[in-house]
């Protein structure tokens, strides 16, 4: 008999990245749009307004709020850079504290399960890295709702979607699962409690 499923996103949940990942979101469009230094603090808003998401439906928000269209080409160009500069900041994101201690207590009564907005490649190596994809019997990086959307296909019992942000929330809410916020390593180490 299968498990139930907790399913964790990986940035702002696992790891503290969202001030790392702030400024090299803000660094990256600017230069693949060809913007001044002046709009760095509408692209930094527009970042933690969009959270979450997958990078392209980042881009495109961020794009429609400055009313500016984004060819192919400089999407691709975005996110090399995104990808370039969130490596190049890696150290400077570190895993909360609580993770592995949490990850392997539920990891004994639960199948548990990694996905993210983040491309699937970078995922899998940024978990692998940090040691943190053992813990995980999937890691799905890309789309989160699609990825909850193949577990409830396969007739998975999701008990939880634990995430940091209103994109998680809505993710959740919009495939009825409950959802846990994870404001720190606080709310993270409290987690234990919850799925007791």
Same mark, same amino acid.
């Given at each position: 008999?299968?498990?139930?499923?907790?399913?964790?996103?990986?940035?702002?949940?696992?790891?503290?990245?969202?001030?790392?990942?702030?400024?090299?979101? *803000? @660094?990256?469009?600017?230069? *693949?749009? %060809?913007?001044?230094?002046?709009? @760095?603090?509408?692209?930094?808003?527009?970042?933690?307004?969009?959270?979450?998401?997958?990078?392209?439906?980042?881009?495109?928000?961020?794009?429609?709020?400055?009313?500016?269209?984004?060819?192919? *080409?400089?999407?691709?160009?975005?996110?090399?850079?995104?990808?370039?500069?969130?490596?190049?900041?890696?150290?400077?994101?570190?895993?909360?504290?609580?993770?592995?201690?949490?990850?392997?207590?539920?990891?004994? +009564?639960?199948?548990?399960?990694?996905?993210?907005?983040?491309?699937?490649?970078?995922?899998? *190596?940024?978990?692998? +890295?940090?040691?943190?994809?053992?813990?995980?019997?999937?890691?799905?990086?890309?789309?989160?709702?699609?990825?909850?959307?193949?577990?409830?296909?396969?007739?998975?019992?999701?008990?939880?979607?634990? %995430?940091?942000?209103?994109?998680?929330?809505?993710?959740?809410?919009?495939?009825?699962?409950?959802?846990?916020?994870? %404001?720190?390593?606080?709310?993270?180490?409290?987690?234990?409690?919850?799925?007791?």
């Amino acid at each position: 008999m299968t498990k139930p499923v907790v399913v964790f996103d990986y940035d702002g949940t696992l790891v503290d990245t969202f001030a790392a990942k702030q400024r090299s979101y *803000a @660094r990256a469009v600017m230069e *693949a749009l %060809g913007l001044g230094e002046e709009l @760095r603090p509408v692209l930094e808003a527009s970042y933690a307004r969009t959270s979450g998401a997958n990078r392209f439906v980042q881009l495109a928000e961020t794009a429609t709020e400055l009313g500016v269209s984004v060819s192919d *080409a400089q999407r691709e160009d975005f996110s090399r850079r995104f990808s370039a500069y969130n490596a190049q900041s890696a150290d400077a994101m570190p895993e909360f504290s609580s993770a592995r201690r949490v990850l392997e207590a539920l990891g004994t +009564r639960y199948d548990l399960v990694l996905v993210s907005g983040l491309p699937q490649d970078a995922l899998v *190596a940024d978990a692998k +890295r940090r040691g943190l994809a053992s813990h995980f019997v999937r890691i799905e990086g890309g789309d989160k709702g699609q990825a909850i959307d193949r577990l409830l296909a396969e007739g998975r019992q999701v008990c939880m979607l634990v %995430g940091d942000t209103p994109h998680d929330e809505s993710v959740a809410l919009k495939r009825g699962i409950p959802f846990y916020r994870v %404001g720190g390593d606080g709310d993270l180490a409290r987690l234990l409690e919850v799925l007791q």
